[in-house]
């Protein structure tokens, strides 16, 4: 049973789930990469998914953090929201090491889940 009904979406992701890890540093806790754990990240774009509980439509705001730039859309269906029903956040980002990956967050019946995906290998020439 799958409670979190836009869980199927990526198929692919399914395969391999990673895990976010903190560190402690001068009384802070600093976010180490989901997929390899280098604690040297940087998160590049941020993306959030507003929808009243249920709703067909949604409205999805990226913010591109090195550009500044934003861009919103009203998104039928699911689109890339991580909630099924529901609000949801993608902080998209990388090490580094050169990990690209994404961290969902999204909420279920009073649970918040977070998920991270592995989204390829930055190479350090490119702008984002």
Same mark, same amino acid.
Request: a neutral charge.
């Given at each position: 049973?799958?409670?979190?009904?836009n869980a199927s979406k990526y198929p692919d992701k399914k395969e391999r789930q990673f895990k976010i890890s903190f560190n402690t540093w001068? =009384?802070?806790? @600093?976010m180490n990469c989901p997929i390899c754990n280098c604690e040297f990240t940087h998160i590049t774009?941020?993306?959030?998914?507003s929808r009243k509980e249920d709703e067909k439509i949604h409205l999805e705001t990226n913010i591109n953090l090195k550009d500044k730039?934003? =861009?919103?859309? @009203?998104?039928?269906?699911h689109?890339?929201?991580?909630?099924?029903?529901?609000?949801?956040?993608?902080?998209h980002g990388h090490c580094e090491e050169g990990c690209k990956f994404d961290i969902e967050m999204y909420q279920h019946k009073g649970n918040t889940f977070f998920n991270?995906?592995?989204k390829g290998v930055k190479e350090f020439n490119?702008?984002?």
């Amino acid at each position: 049973m799958e409670i979190e009904p836009n869980a199927s979406k990526y198929p692919d992701k399914k395969e391999r789930q990673f895990k976010i890890s903190f560190n402690t540093w001068d =009384n802070h806790q @600093v976010m180490n990469c989901p997929i390899c754990n280098c604690e040297f990240t940087h998160i590049t774009e941020v993306s959030t998914f507003s929808r009243k509980e249920d709703e067909k439509i949604h409205l999805e705001t990226n913010i591109n953090l090195k550009d500044k730039k934003i =861009n919103t859309n @009203v998104v039928e269906g699911h689109g890339n929201n991580p909630s099924g029903r529901r609000n949801g956040l993608i902080l998209h980002g990388h090490c580094e090491e050169g990990c690209k990956f994404d961290i969902e967050m999204y909420q279920h019946k009073g649970n918040t889940f977070f998920n991270s995906f592995f989204k390829g290998v930055k190479e350090f020439n490119e702008t984002k």
